[in-house]
T-cell receptor, first 113, second 115 residues
Framework: DQQVKQNSPSLSVQEGRISILNCDYTNSMFDYFLWYKKYPAEGPTFLISISSIKDKNEDGRFTVFLNKSAKHLSLHIVPSQPGDSAVYFCAASGTDSWGKLQFGAGTQVVVTP | GEEVAQTPKHLVRGEGQKAKLYCAPIKGHSYVFWYQQVLKNEFKFLISFQNENVFDETGMPKERFSAKCLPNSPCSLEIQATKLEDSAVYFC?????????????FGPGTRLTVL
């Protein structure tokens, strides 16, 4: 069963605007969440993470928000740049699955001029 | 090294042949993870190691898949008697610790095509 869901397969955003990517999860044992960015023919690159004891983490243009009661997290990228065009994966791990990342299906982001 | 290295980049095998993939984790990282990505879908966890010991193998199809991490050697993932459905990109990742608040760093992947 898919415990991490990214329901938007694609997102198109104008350069300079905000990109908002969403992720939902079902496993209440998840306590650590990560976002990865992936270009074609490359491995995923770590972007930002958040633990369940926080509700927000910020790193430069990237901010991740966690709503534990809704089992929902989001990634905000502002301002969006052409180099941000990639597939973004949400991933989670928990106390019942140490080290085993569960990934969502990814969201393809296209940043247009 | 500073990055996770995976070889080969591409591997083509006929159905029923053996396939062996290699991974060199980042120097100093004790944990190695293998994931399978089929047709750009989500990643499926296969197995993890703490140094040379299996840490979690709950994702491994036991019949045909095996993996090792031996001292002073790259880690390996071997598929005996490959099937068409094994066609995928296999990613290796490493981290300094297995769990808690620590990210996994991924290699570029090995694309396996079974004909």
């Amino acid at each position: 069963d898919q415990q991490v869901k990214q329901n938007s397969p694609s997102l198109s955003v104008q350069e300079g605007r905000i990109s908002i990517l969403n992720c939902d999860y079902t496993n209440s044992m998840f306590d650590y969440f990560l976002w990865y960015k992936k270009y074609p023919a490359e491995g995923p690159t770590f972007l930002i993470s958040i633990s369940s004891i926080k509700d927000k983490n910020e790193d430069g243009r990237f901010t991740v928000f966690l709503n534990k009661s809704a089992k929902h997290l989001s990634l905000h990228i502002v301002p969006s740049q052409p180099g941000d065009s990639a597939v973004y994966f949400c991933a989670a791990s928990g106390t019942d699955s140490w080290g085993k990342l569960q990934f969502g299906a990814g969201t393809q982001v296209v940043v247009t001029p | 090294g500073e990055e996770v290295a995976q070889t080969p980049k591409h591997l083509v095998r006929g159905e029923g042949q053996k396939a062996k993939l290699y991974c060199a984790p980042i120097k100093g990282h004790s944990y190695v993870f293998w994931y399978q990505q089929v047709l750009k879908n989500e990643f499926k966890f296969l197995i993890s190691f703490q140094n040379e010991n299996v840490f979690d193998e709950t994702g491994m199809p036991k019949e045909r898949f095996s993996a090792k991490c031996l001292p002073n050697s790259p880690c390996s993932l071997e598929i005996q008697a490959t099937k068409l459905e094994d066609s995928a990109v296999y990613f290796c990742a490493s981290s300094a610790i297995a769990a808690g608040y620590n990210e996994q760093f991924f290699g570029p992947g090995t694309r396996l095509t079974v004909l």
